[in-house]
């Protein structure tokens, strides 16, 4: 398999690793948004959050949490930003799922989260809340 992360899980290309368990690794970002900026991953190559196995997602986002409050306790930021995203539409880039881990401080010039808020059309809103509904399986 030709995928960036896979090779970093089997060791073939090197990561400065921060945490690692049976099914996660996480590492630092070498292309930073800010100091701080890390990556979680499944061990297993799932390309997005509808290929991925519920017991590795589930042990992603307990890695998340871990290392969120590492990222607080060690740096302090004002906040913190988890980006996951789905497909090229949504701009990943590696196509391995991964979590962000963005410390953000006060006046840090990034626009990660920020969007112009323009209230919806409620009838389209209830209309897709149902079709969504309709398609949730337990």
């Avoid at 297993?44 to 307990?62: K, R």
């Avoid at 409050?69 to 497909?87: E, F, S």
């Avoid at 799922?97 to 006046?107: A, K, T």
């Amino acid at each position: 398999m030709d995928c960036i992360f896979c090779k970093i899980v089997s060791g073939e290309i090197p990561s400065v690793k921060v945490y690692e368990d049976d099914r996660v690794l996480a590492f630092m970002d070498i292309n930073p948004i800010n100091e701080g900026h890390l990556l979680i991953i499944p061990k297993a190559h799932a390309a997005t959050i509808h290929e991925i196995a519920e017991g590795d997602f589930l042990a992603v986002m307990s890695a998340t949490r871990k290392l969120s409050a590492a990222v607080k306790k060690t740096l302090n930021p004002d906040g913190i930003n988890l980006l996951q995203l789905n497909g090229k539409a949504a701009n990943q880039v590696v196509p391995h799922l991964h979590v962000h881990i963005v410390p953000r401080w006060f006046g840090d010039g990034l626009t990660i989260s920020q969007w112009e808020m323009v209230a919806g059309n409620m009838e389209k809103i209830k209309a897709v809340a149902e079709k969504i509904q309709s398609e949730i399986v337990n």
